[in-house]
């Protein structure tokens, strides 16, 4: 589904405006120039909401006027009915920027009493994602002694001192090697099965793993917003594997170790195994090669 | 094991004693870290001329160390503007801003610090000079403490106020945010420049030495007034964003 506009059956909506996130004909930038255009949706489910859009369409402006850095120029964002402009409504979700947003000059724990105290949350709180990312080992150190993976943990940590109802996290597993990164995904999963989180990445993978709904932003504007699974790629491309080289495959493309055969959807790989095994082929493997996430970067 | 802070509130600055430390108070913490280089050599230098002018000439050439004052103070103080920079680099503002931590606020914590660390190079270099003359048994002649009352100290004091404001509004409205064009780079020009300016106007304005100092001093001051007073206009939110 392609939309400018909320779809109501994608995200139900409450019959009021007292929970979730609304974004009503968003329309912000910096120094006057728009970046975002008459994004509007309202979320209310808890789920993971993945923000697509190739660099530069977006995204990053999208979570910072979701946050209330930046002012609309148009339209509004709601917290729970309320504006973002309002205290209330900034206390009831989390951003983690794109950037570490890490004071250095202090030691980790020190870090993680800084943001308490932004948090208003308590040393029980710290103790607890002391263990919860794996820092504790780190806590005596100082910011700048710590690798570019290491300081994304910390970063991370803070968005678990205190439970809040929404999380905008804008990219919250780069620079991350991918056992931690699937740690984090992990937590985020957790995470979303009561709260609205809303997470950009540039990994496709990734975002398919993760994500139950898709909001794609191209050129400021709210392309797509949809459920994953509803997104049907513009091919269906499966890569199959062969226990040895066969002549019946001689038509396909190859791609690696994957001979590429392009189908009408899902429902016609039935019938190529049987072609592929009257055929004599013995197949090792077959698999989906396209994720339809990328086809919104087209 | 720290104390729980839930009853502390991010608009209010007051850490319990034996807390976590404020904002305020982990602003000047980290500016003495990140700085320290530079405070330690600006204090060094301060220490070494004044005890090096009251060995060889006493109280009377001592008094020849608060002309030089306020330059040691500017370069010790850049430690504050280089966290103001390094936070806004890093996205420690935009985060701030995110839970509500106004810019005024974020502004008004680097202008505390940058005086914090003026306090230390005072205190040192002003200390080494008395205790100095006092382990000769002299006591600081009468023109050393005019100096130092009524033109280093408060000259030192306003003219760091002066350039970190002055800095921190400048690095904001411009798009560069490192290098020379950030308030690290600026801040020794700004800052050396209105003692030097005062220092001129002394010999070169045909009044009485308090009026002049006076003058600079409200003119140092109504400027930095005015900036703090446009602050929510010209620290707009998304100039303090680091960079998208």
């Known amino acids: ?298 | 094991m720290p104390r729980g802070y839930g009853a502390a509130s991010h608009m209010e600055d007051d850490a319990p004693a034996g807390g976590p430390l404020s904002l305020l108070g982990a602003t000047v913490r980290r500016s003495i870290v990140m700085g320290r280089t530079y405070l330690i050599l600006a204090t060094a230098l301060a220490v070494l001329i004044g005890s090096t002018l009251s060995l060889a000439g006493g109280g009377t050439a001592a008094a020849v160390l608060p002309l030089f004052l306020p330059v040691f103070t500017v370069q010790g103080s850049l430690g504050a503007m280089m966290v103001f920079s390094n936070d806004r680099t890093k996205g420690v503002l935009e985060y701030l801003m995110a839970y509500g931590v106004p810019p005024r606020r974020i502004f008004g914590n680097a202008i505390v610090a940058s005086l914090a660390l003026v306090s230390i190079v005072l205190a040192a270099s002003v200390g080494a000079v008395l205790g100095e003359l006092a382990f000769r048994g002299r006591g600081p002649s009468l023109t050393l403490i005019r100096l130092l009352l009524g033109y280093a100290i408060p000259m030192s004091y306003a003219t760091v106020a002066f350039a970190a404001t002055a800095g921190m509004v400048w690095a904001s409205l411009s798009s560069p945010r490192t290098g020379i064009n950030s308030p690290v780079g600026l801040l020794p020009i700004l800052g050396i420049a209105p003692p030097l300016a005062t220092l001129v106007a002394f010999a070169a304005v045909p009044a009485d030495a308090g009026y002049v100092l006076a003058g600079a001093l409200g003119l140092i001051g109504a400027g930095v007034l005015a900036m703090i007073a446009g602050v929510d206009r010209l620290m707009a939110r998304e100039r303090l964003l680091s960079p998208a």
């Open chain 1, 1 to 298: 589904m392609t939309a400018s506009a909320p779809d109501p059956s994608v995200a139900p909506a409450r019959p009021d405006d007292a929970a979730g996130l609304r974004c009503r004909g968003l329309t912000t930038g910096y120094r006057g120039t728009p970046v975002l255009r008459d994004v509007s949706f309202a979320i209310d489910e808890p789920a993971v909401y993945v923000v697509l859009g190739p660099n530069g369409a977006g995204k990053t402006t999208l979570f910072r006027a979701l946050a209330g850095i930046l002012r609309p120029y148009a339209g509004e964002v709601l917290v729970g009915g309320t504006s973002i402009e309002h205290q209330g409504a900034r206390d009831r979700l989390h951003y983690l920027s794109h950037m570490d947003g890490i004071p250095d000059g202090l030691r980790v724990r020190e870090a993680l009493e800084f943001y308490a105290r932004v948090e208003r949350a308590d040393a029980a709180d710290i103790e607890r994602v002391l263990d919860l990312l794996e820092i504790r080992g780190l806590a005596g150190q100082f910011i700048s002694q710590l690798s570019a993976g290491q300081r994304k943990r910390v970063s991370i940590a803070r968005v678990f001192l205190r439970e809040r109802a929404i999380y905008l996290l804008d990219e919250p597993t780069a620079n991350l090697d991918p056992k931690v990164a699937r740690e984090i995904r992990t937590l985020i999963l957790e995470l979303s099965r009561e709260k609205i989180v809303l997470y950009s990445s540039h990994n496709l993978y990734e975002a398919r793993e993760i994500g139950r709904y898709v909001l794609a932003v191209k050129e400021g504007r709210l392309t797509v917003f949809d459920r994953i699974e509803n997104l049907r790629g513009a091919r269906y491309v499966v890569g199959v594997r062969a226990l040895e080289p066969s002549a019946a495959l001689a038509g396909f493309r190859r791609e690696g170790a994957y001979y590429l055969r392009e189908l009408g959807g899902p429902e016609e790989v039935p019938a190529l195994l049987r072609e592929l095994e009257a055929a004599g082929v013995r197949v090792r493997e077959l698999r989906e090669m396209n994720n339809p996430l990328e086809d919104l970067f087209a």
